[in-house]
């Protein structure tokens, strides 16, 4: 852990505060939700509590304004192991009573993480994979043994759709601190019902030695550390420049309120920017919706595997508390996050969020050749709003960041631990790349899907999308230099489904056309992709079927708070059809009205033997640029930065 000065900014307990309607659920409320759902006689002992999350209020009623006097509402799903249904509830936590509850018929909702805990050590106790372990490696002792779940999917299997399955992938480590990633036990599945928790068969595909190398990376097991590093520390004197009430925000211009929730970790609700005397919307909610990494291998041990890490296992549920490990610098806000176990007991991720200022280099910067003693230059700042969680394997960090020029930028850092095979001495993968003698890691993939709810300075919105292209050589471009910006307004869902286009700069637009800039032009802000990809399976393969929100990069629908989740609400062993490929089917009006942007982004990574054994991050995320939204640079009234004495400089 480097220099981290966490502050005590958490306001006293005494002292009443006023709710934003959007704050995440307290300790007590998720509390409250699951008594009422007890004494309501709604819990057995075999339910669990997949998730408990705010309710959030209509839209009109956080627009109008009202702090603190509405009424805090719960949404739970709830899956009961012996008659393998899952039920939907609300509750008022105001009048303290069931609101709803619902039966989902047909559905296998969110791994639990307990799920994940119970399932290593049904497989560790199962004479059955003890059986096989034995036979396959003449090993019979389980306890080094690491068991991750992975999610059964659905390739039409009857049992797909009546149990509630996991196919867990198995390592073996050399000693109980060991990398045990490096040596995958391949060719073993255990398939587990985890309404029994028991293993029902393990499935074996033939005989793969034991990687025998050990490949580790904690500081106690790396023979040499480099010795030539110096600190280097950030020092904000005076206190961080954010103010923090709950879970609300401000920071410079830009107001806003952070959410937490099981399924989708970290969102960003209400991001308003003071212009002026004017308090402007932009963006009413953004959230990480799903999330599925494919995998590139037809071997019998691989064929299957690829994870919806929010919809099947939880993004918020398998958020780290930062309290340890989280290696920002300088003054960090952090914020908890309320879940509870899947049995109804309280379970605090402390320390879930993180929140600081970084500088960024410059922000601008312009020397008048006439007065070259005199340059002006301003230091940019952004706000960083991040969570990072850990699906078995896999890092994934989710960071916000808000500039001073009013830039919103989203990023995904992946890093973590590949997800490994084991290869026979002397020969080659096809679909992955050796990483170490006789391991190999898969090609796959990884798409994110995010839903931006856009109110830009008011509901009514339209998404434009704007291409560049060049004019023909004619007598008004003799020169053939000419090339213009094309702008089409989206006027339905089908129309709006889209792709990167490299050969016409392609972006989009969000502007409201009934609030118009001081050149008489809608205010808007430009959505701008960052690096993406297509997905590589075939169109036809069982996994796309779930996760149809790769189909497209981008997607606009109207708004409909009900519509969540790119892959659907249940993509747990769905057949699949769900969510945006659904919903936009109807091909519903999307212009001058309350709108949704889905954006689909993804990353191939064909491995190498640098991300062993463990993975220097890779980026991936998209920026919002307000495009006419202000009159001006609205940075451009940002103050110089005191200048440095000259013994600060290295010569
Ligand atoms: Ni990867």
Not at 348 to 376: F, Q, V
């Amino acid at each position: 852990m480097n220099s981290v000065t966490p502050l005590n900014l958490h306001p006293s307990t005494n002292s009443p505060r006023v709710f934003h309607p959007l704050e995440p659920l307290t300790a007590h409320e998720v509390q409250t939700a699951v008594d009422l759902l007890k004494s309501a006689g709604k819990v057995t002992p075999t339910t669990r509590f997949v998730s408990v999350s705010l309710a959030e209020p209509s839209k009109a009623e956080v627009h109008s304004g009202a702090r603190g006097a509405g009424l805090r509402n719960a949404f739970i799903v709830l899956f009961d192991n012996l008659t393998n249904t899952c039920h939907e509830a609300t509750v008022s936590l105001t009048e303290e009573r069931v609101t709803t509850w619902k039966h989902v018929p047909g559905v296998q909702p969110t791994m639990t993480i307990d799920e994940q805990t119970e399932c290593e050590q049904a497989v560790i106790a199962s004479p059955l994979f003890k059986a096989a372990l034995l036979e396959h490696t003449g090993i019979d002792d389980t306890s080094l043994v690491m068991v991750d779940i992975w999610s059964a999917g659905n390739y039409g299997d009857a049992e797909e759709s009546l149990l509630r399955l996991a196919r867990p992938l198995c390592f073996l480590r050399a000693d109980s601190s060991d990398n045990g990633y490096v040596r995958p036990i391949e060719g073993i599945r255990p398939v587990v019902d985890l309404n029994r928790m028991e293993v029902i068969r393990v499935e074996q595909y033939g005989k793969w030695p034991l990687p025998s190398e050990s490949m580790n990376y904690s500081p106690a097991r790396v023979s040499t550390l480099r010795t030539d590093i110096k600190p280097l520390e950030i020092d904000q004197p005076e206190g961080p420049s954010f103010e923090v009430d709950g879970y609300q925000v401000s920071w410079q211009k830009w107001k806003f309120v952070i959410g937490f929730n099981a399924r989708e970790g970290l969102t960003l609700h209400h991001l308003r920017c003071q212009d002026g005397e004017q308090e402007r919307s932009i963006l009413y909610r953004g959230s990480l919706t799903e999330m599925v990494v494919p995998y590139g291998d037809p071997g019998p041990t691989q064929r299957r595997k690829n994870a919806f890490d929010v919809g099947e296992y939880g993004m918020g549920m398998c958020a780290n508390s930062l309290e340890l490990g989280c290696d920002c610098l300088g003054l960090i806000r952090y914020f908890d996050a309320h879940l509870c176990t899947s049995r109804g007991a309280p379970l605090t991720i402390k320390n879930a969020i993180c929140m600081h200022e970084e500088d960024y280099g410059i922000l601008w910067k312009h020397t008048d050749r006439r007065h070259p003693d005199s340059p002006e230059v301003r230091r940019s700042r952004r706000l960083v709003i991040s969570s990072i969680s850990t699906v078995e394997n896999y890092e994934y960090g989710f960071f916000w960041y808000l500039y001073q020029d009013g830039t919103i930028e989203f990023e995904v850092k992946l890093t973590g631990i590949l997800s490994l095979g084991a290869f026979h001495q002397g020969e080659k993968p096809t679909y992955g790349v050796l990483v170490a003698p006789m391991v190999y890691a898969p090609n796959h993939q990884h798409f994110f899907n995010m839903r931006l709810d856009f109110d830009v300075d008011g509901v009514a919105n339209s998404v434009h999308r704007i291409d560049v292209t060049a004019d023909p050589v004619h007598e008004k471009n003799p020169f053939g230099n000419a090339f213009q910006a094309k702008s089409t307004v989206l006027r339905s869902e089908k129309e709006a489904m889209g792709n990167l286009n490299l050969e016409t700069a392609r972006t989009w637009k969000i502007v409201n056309s009934g609030v118009l800039n001081r050149l008489g032009e809608p205010v808007g802000y430009k959505f701008l992709p960052g690096d993406n990809t297509y997905p590589f399976a075939s169109p036809d393969a069982w996994w796309r079927k779930r996760a149809g929100f790769v189909n497209h990069h981008v997607w606009v629908t109207p708004y409909d708070p009900d519509e969540k989740y790119g892959a659907g609400d249940y993509p747990n062993q769905s057949l699949g059809g769900e969510g945006l490929t659904r919903w936009t089917m109807a091909d519903r009006p999307i212009e001058n009205s309350d709108i949704v942007f889905w954006y689909t982004f993804g990353h191939t990574h064909i491995p190498r033997p640098e991300d062993c054994p463990v993975m220097p991050t890779a980026y991936i995320g998209f920026t919002l640029k307000p495009n006419g939204f202000f009159d001006m640079n609205p940075a451009n009234d940002v103050p110089p930065s005191k200048k440095k004495p000259a013994k600060d400089c290295c010569h």
